[in-house]
């Protein structure tokens, strides 16, 4: 049972447009949300989070929208450089089960085209 | 570099047998975390450890087994294995509980003959 849905395999997108990677997911005790960068023979790299009472959180280049309603993410990756082209995975976390082990996304494989 | 190492990086064995992965965690980071990523799909979490004592199980074998040592390295055990259980392994780490980010090692790529 995938409780967290990316359902798009790959993306890509012209450097300097905007990259939009979304991430639905089905556990309404999910309250803690997070998006992972990955590129190949290396582990998962932290990009951003969010917290169930925001709606947005920014970090530079990269926005993470959450609609708890739709129960929907996106991440948000504007401009989009070259170096930005990996596998992005989403996961979710629900810390009040007592416990905050994630449960990812598939995945989806950024391609930005210079 | 999230701090955060595993050893060996690639391991390759044949059915039946047993090995042990290892992870060092962050320096301060008292949870470590093992997930299993299998071809073509997303990261499984299998169990966490939180100061040397097991705080959650995933979809972990009872094959499997890990632990997590006073000076909070963490060891994997997979025994009897079988084809399917080639995999990347990771091992993530954060300091507490709660709202953390978790980071992650390289992995350990385990291919079983």
């Known amino acids: 049972d995938q409780q967290v849905k990316q359902n798009s395999p790959s993306l890509s997108v012209q450097e300097g447009r905007i990259s939009i990677l979304n991430c639905d997911y089905t556990n309404s005790m999910f309250d803690y949300f997070l998006w992972y960068k990955k590129y190949p023979a290396e582990g998962p790299t ?3 989070s969010i917290s169930s009472i925001k709606d947005k959180n920014e970090d530079g280049r990269f926005t993470v929208f959450l609609n708890k309603s739709a129960k929907h993410l996106s ?6 450089q070259p170096g930005d082209s990996a596998v992005y995975f989403c996961a979710a976390s629900a ?8 449960f990812f996304g598939t995945g ?4 930005v085209i210079p | ?6 050893t060996p990086k690639h391991l390759i064995t044949a059915t039946g047998q047993r090995v042990t992965l290892r992870c060092s965690p962050r320096s301060g980071d008292l949870s470590v975390y093992w997930y299993q990523q299998s071809l073509d799909q997303g990261l499984q979490f299998l169990i966490q450890y939180y100061n040397g004592e097991e705080r959650a199980k995933g979809n972990i074998l009872e094959r499997f087994s890990a632990q997590q040592f006073p000076d909070l390295h963490s060891e994997l055990n997979l025994s009897s294995l079988e084809l399917g259980d080639s995999a990347l392994y990771f091992c993530a780490s954060s300091f507490r509980q709660g709202y953390n ?6 992995g350990t790529r385990l291919t079983v003959l």
């Open chain 1, 46 to 48: 932290f990009l951003i």
């Open chain 1, 75 to 80: 991440l948000h990756i504007v401009p989009s």
């Open chain 1, 95 to 102: 810390s009040q089960t007592g416990a905050n082990n994630l």
């Open chain 1, 108 to 111: 989806t494989r950024l391609t």
């Open chain 2, 1 to 6: 570099d999230s701090g955060v190492t595993q």
């Open chain 2, 101 to 106: 980010e978790q980071f992650f090692g390289p």
